[in-house]
Nanobody
């Protein structure tokens, strides 16, 4: 089992920045891809960014150039640096760890961007 705990959410004005953190515990994350997803009120959960065990990164088009995902495998941490935030980035952000059909999710952290 893997437990994921997100932190770093909050209220920020448009144009501001936040850094989300996800702390993993439990079994080793060797081979696991890590990622961030988000869910806005009344909408489905959507992909934001992922980082593979190899270090390869992917981003949703809506966040490219503004968000940066990174991981510290030794510390079992994954981060999401969010810059130039927009009101449409408002959502609950979830951390995900996945490999071979095994998916783990955190409880989420709220990000609210005011205009």
């Amino acid at each position: 089992q893997v437990q994921l705990v997100e932190s770093g959410g909050g209220l920020v004005q448009a144009g501001g920045s936040l850094r989300l953190s996800c702390a993993a515990s439990g079994r080793t994350l060797s081979g696991y891809g890590m990622g961030w997803f988000r869910q806005a009120p009344g909408k489905e959960r959507e992909f934001v960014a992922t980082i593979a065990w190899s270090g390869n990164k992917r981003y949703a088009d809506s966040v490219k150039g503004r968000f940066t995902i990174s991981r510290d495998s030794a510390k079992k941490m994954v981060y999401l640096q969010m810059n130039s935030l927009k009101p449409e980035d408002t959502a609950v952000y979830y951390c995900n760890a996945g490999m071979g059909g095994n998916d783990y999710w955190g409880q989420g952290t709220q990000v609210t961007v005011s205009s």
